[in-house]
């Protein structure tokens, strides 16, 4: 059987199980969104890396997203169709390098309202995105890519993203690119 603290350790047992109670408890610090706000250099930099991923599927440039990705990133996609069917795949750079290479029509896609965190060499962006194949609209969703910085730049290590159609997801406020 327990016993209950008597005599002089009393109050300190019972202070130190009622912090509500005690004149001297002091809130626990919790952490904040901004502890992982990302610098104006820090965000330029992590964003810019992204856009350029974007910019070399546009150019069909599989040297840029080798320069761009590390070499074994893990990309991930989940999609679900319209009678409501979900898969995903998986992919590595190569294969997406073969798709880019391989491409007739200029892939567009293009981020809007990203959100960037960052936690000393490790960032990560959500982002809603729209992705174009020419002039025709193919899907949209969100990007969730993760980076680490190697010296100076930033590396995409990871990419998932959802494929969806309107309404489910958000075209990009701009229209559709020109």
């Not at 820090?42 to 590390?70: E, N, P, W």
């Not at 319209?82 to 998986?90: I, K, L, M, P, W």
């Not at 962006?125 to 002039?135: E, I, K, L, N, Q």
Request: charged share 20%.
């Amino acid at each position: 059987m327990r016993r209950l603290a008597t005599g002089l350790l009393a109050p300190l047992v019972l202070a130190a199980c009622s912090p509500e109670d005690s004149p001297s408890a002091e809130p626990v610090a919790s952490t904040t969104e901004s502890a992982h706000t990302p610098t104006d250099a820090d965000r330029a930099a992590i964003l810019g890396t992204v856009q350029s991923l974007f910019d070399a599927l546009a150019a069909g440039d599989g040297q840029a997203l080798r320069d761009i990705m590390h070499p074994n990133v893990l990309m991930h996609s989940v999609e679900r169709a319209a009678d409501g069917t979900r898969s995903s795949s998986t992919s590595t750079l190569e294969q997406l390098v073969a798709r880019v290479e391989g491409s007739e029509q200029v892939l567009t896609e293009r981020m809007f309202d990203p959100e960037v965190r960052v936690s000393g060499d490790l960032a990560m962006v959500w982002t809603a995105y729209d992705f174009y194949v020419g002039d025709e609209f193919s899907h949209c969703g969100a990007d969730a890519f993760v980076l680490t910085r190697f010296g100076d730049s930033w590396t995409v290590v990871s990419l998932s993203w959802t494929r969806l159609q309107p309404p489910e997801c958000e075209l990009h406020p701009e229209g559709p690119p020109k």
